[in-house]
Structures are given as structure tokens and as C-alpha cells.
């Protein structure tokens, strides 16, 4: 299977990135895309343009997302984990197994939670 490329939001610690990058994870960031600044709603369709899942610890995101799906619009998947509820490490190894876990077909409109 081929793994998913991930979207990652600008909230995002550096150090997960580096690390997913290093362990081969298609990982693109905000700041990459300068889309910085951009409306979270943006980030999804950005997410969604590229298909990539799109990776956050911001919990208007999962607000964003119910919205979404009561007006029958859609997104490739997010990712969300509470920015102090596991370390960089473990972030990293949960997000490399996901990117060779899942397809953006079985992510689509899902929110799995970290």
C-alpha cells in the first residue's frame, strides 16, 4: 500500500516533522505551502487538493469537521492528538505507522484521534 502524504498545521512542534521526514513520511508543512495565516477551512481544502490527510492539535478543527459533514462537505482526513498528550517520539512513531496504515479512500470525512 502506498503511504499517505500528511498536511501538517502550523501548530505543529518542528521536531515531529524532521523526524517523520527522516523516517520517510510524505509530510508537507504550512509553512512549506506558505499558507500560513490561511482559515483552518482553507488548511482542510488545501489538505484535500493535494490529497493528504491533515494532521492538527487544534480542536477547531473537529468543530470544523462536524460542520462539514452536516452540509455534505467533505475532507480527506484529519489527525488530531491534544498538543500535551504524547511526546514527540511517541507522535512520531503513531503518525509513521498511520501514513503506512490507511488510504485517503478509508480516511475520507474520518477523524482519527492520536
Same mark, same amino acid.
Given at each position: 500500500?502506498?503511504?499517505?502524504?500528511?498536511?501538517?498545521?502550523?501548530? +505543529?512542534?518542528? /521536531?515531529?516533522?524532521?523526524?517523520? $521526514?527522516?523516517?520517510?513520511?510524505? #509530510?508537507?508543512?504550512? %509553512?512549506?505551502? !506558505?499558507?500560513?495565516?490561511?482559515?483552518?477551512?482553507?488548511?482542510?481544502?488545501?489538505?484535500?487538493?493535494?490529497?493528504?490527510?491533515?494532521?492538527?492539535?487544534?480542536?477547531?478543527?473537529?468543530? +470544523?469537521?462536524? /460542520?462539514?459533514?452536516?452540509?455534505? $462537505?467533505?475532507?480527506?482526513?484529519? #489527525?488530531?492528538?491534544? %498538543?500535551?498528550? !504524547?511526546?514527540?517520539?511517541?507522535?512520531?512513531?503513531?503518525?509513521?505507522?498511520?501514513?503506512?496504515?490507511?488510504?485517503?479512500?478509508?480516511?475520507?470525512?474520518?477523524?482519527?484521534?492520536?
Amino acid at each position: 500500500m502506498k503511504r499517505v502524504k500528511i498536511y501538517v498545521d502550523e501548530n +505543529i512542534d518542528y /521536531r515531529v516533522v524532521k523526524g517523520l $521526514k527522516r523516517r520517510g513520511v510524505d #509530510i508537507i508543512t504550512v %509553512q512549506e505551502t !506558505l499558507n500560513l495565516a490561511k482559515s483552518d477551512e482553507k488548511q482542510l481544502e488545501y489538505a484535500k487538493s493535494i490529497d493528504a490527510l491533515f494532521f492538527t492539535h487544534d480542536d477547531d478543527l473537529l468543530k +470544523i469537521a462536524k /460542520r462539514w459533514k452536516n452540509v455534505g $462537505k467533505t475532507h480527506n482526513g484529519i #489527525i488530531f492528538v491534544h %498538543q500535551t498528550k !504524547l511526546s514527540v517520539g511517541e507522535i512520531v512513531r503513531k503518525l509513521r505507522l498511520l501514513s503506512e496504515t490507511v488510504s485517503i479512500k478509508k480516511m475520507k470525512n474520518h477523524i482519527e484521534f492520536l
